[in-house]
T-cell receptor, first 112, second 111 residues
């Protein structure tokens, strides 16, 4: 059982470039989340989704976009990357609201 | 808006000692969860508390949810080197579907 899979694990971007962080889960979970974690800091919610076709903003959505065309996939898009987006990005899923969240291994992104 | 403070930010513990980390909210929480993140790893779920005054134990870990459902604590007894990491509380509210996290308590252990 793969759980939550994130790709890539590491990426270096130049300022102004764009990229998509992939997240897929095989547990048929409705709820999915994207977080960023800056060094020594907590997890900040970027976007979340309560099901296919439904997404909503979290605490820090500026500079990011998401889509949820299927239950399994919840990609995070960065347009015009900035150094402030250097962070570790975690995707998570849960079967219902307010239940255990399962995390992917994370994507370490550096913008230079 | 929702404000949850987690204290302390850092905890340096002698092996064998006990420690406690706290999460305090300005508003009532529908539930609280606790996660552990090992250095370089991803958060892993430990437990969820839902009821007012609830207490749950996992071996050396004791979790409490306050009577007013505004605060929670994690108490670890006889700390071991395997307890190293960052402990986060996470919470939802009754009026949205977000899962938000406290700032975390990073624990280091002196052998």
């Amino acid at each position: 059982n793969a759980g939550v899979t994130q790709t890539p694990k590491f990426r270096i971007l130049k300022i102004g470039q764009s990229m998509t962080l992939q997240c897929t889960q095989d547990m048929n979970h409705n709820y999915m989340y994207w977080y960023r974690q800056d060094p020594g800091m907590g997890l900040k919610l970027i976007y979340y989704s309560v099901g296919a076709g439904i997404t909503d903003k979290g605490e820090v959505p500026n500079g990011y976009n998401v889509s949820r065309s299927t239950t399994e996939d919840f990609p995070l898009r960065l347009e015009l990357a900035a150094p402030s987006q250097t962070s570790v990005y975690f995707c998570a899923s849960s079967p219902q609201v307010n239940t255990e969240a399962f995390f992917g291994q994370g994507t370490r992104l550096t913008v230079v | 808006g929702q404000q949850v403070m987690q204290i302390p930010q850092y905890q340096h513990v002698q092996e064998g000692e006990d420690f406690t980390t706290y999460c305090n909210s300005s508003t009532t929480l529908s539930n609280i969860q606790w996660y552990k993140q090992r250095p370089g790893g991803h958060p892993v779920f430990l437990i969820q508390l839902v009821k007012s005054g609830e207490v749950k134990k996992q071996k050396r870990l004791t979790f409490q949810f306050g009577e007013a459902k505004k605060n929670s604590s994690l108490h670890i007894t006889a700390t071991q080197t395997t307890d190293v990491g960052t402990y986060f509380c996470a919470y939802g509210t009754s009026n949205d579907y977000k899962l938000s996290f406290g700032a975390g308590t990073t624990v280091t252990v002196r052998a």
